[in-house]
């Protein structure tokens, strides 16, 4: 089993509208990864994500795509600990 990691990630571009928090969600359950995922009011969306090291890299990789109305110009993302306790994945906001 690979170690918990918890990663913070800013998506910017057109995220807001068009699924991008739904889409995330139903990503991080498929992946079993664990967080949040929230929209901010300058347009961008943040995540916080939490699981198995591979599978929160995939999702960080994942976040570049996006459901298919959403157009990412970036993903800024930084590795955090310790790593917080949580279980499932939210939509926050």
């Known amino acids: 089993m690979s170690r ?3 990663i913070q990630a800013r998506v910017t571009g057109r995220v807001q509208g068009v699924a991008f928090r739904a889409w995330t ?3 991080a359950q498929k992946a079993g990864v664990d967080g949040w995922v929230c929209n901010n009011p300058d347009g961008s969306v943040s995540a ?3 699981g198995p090291e591979e599978a929160v890299q995939d999702m960080v990789d994942a976040l570049w795509s996006g459901p ?3 157009a990412v110009r970036d993903v ?8 917080p ?3 499932g994945f939210e939509i926050t906001g």
């Open 48 to 50: 916080l994500l939490v």
């Open 4 to 6: 918990r990691i918890a």
């Open 85 to 87: 306790e949580v279980r």
């Open 25 to 27: 969600r139903g990503q």
């Open 68 to 70: 298919g109305a959403a």
């Open 76 to 83: 800024a993302s930084e590795k955090i600990t310790p790593v």
